[in-house]
């Protein structure tokens, strides 16, 4: 089992940035891909980006495309969200989870989960 704690959330006026961490312990992450989903009230949960963690490969929502970037620093064991140019539609409670199927972007398949970070973007 891999263990996941996120960090990093906040408020943040619209257009501002905020960076958020997950720090992974626990199996070999090698072959595991990690994944950002999201979670506003009163909605699903949704995929947001998702990096393999061997290569480095990453994928994106739509949504978030062009102005959230994934990375990962192997030596920490840790795994970045930068989210430039946020919109109050931003605004979720963050999750990352690892999952051992490869770059999957589908929740259901990922099974480790970190206890989440809000961001709040006002507008």
């Known amino acids: 089992q891999v263990q996941l704690v996120e960090s990093g959330g906040g408020l943040v006026q619209a257009g501002g940035s905020l960076r958020l961490s997950c720090a992974a312990s626990?199996?070999?992450?090698?072959?595991?891909?990690m994944g950002w989903f999201r979670q506003a009230v009163g909605k699903e949960r949704e995929f947001v980006a998702r990096i393999t963690w061997s290569t480095g490969t990453t994928y994106y929502a739509d949504s978030v495309k062009g102005r959230f970037t994934a990375s990962r620093d192997n030596a920490k064991n840790t795994v970045y969200l930068q989210m430039n140019s946020l919109k109050p539609e931003d605004t979720a409670v963050y999750y990352c989870a690892t999952t051992s199927v490869w770059a999957t972007t589908s929740a259901p398949y990922y099974n480790s989960w970190g206890q989440g970070t809000q961001v709040t973007v006002s507008s």
């Open positions: 626990g199996r070999t992450l090698s072959r595991y891909t």
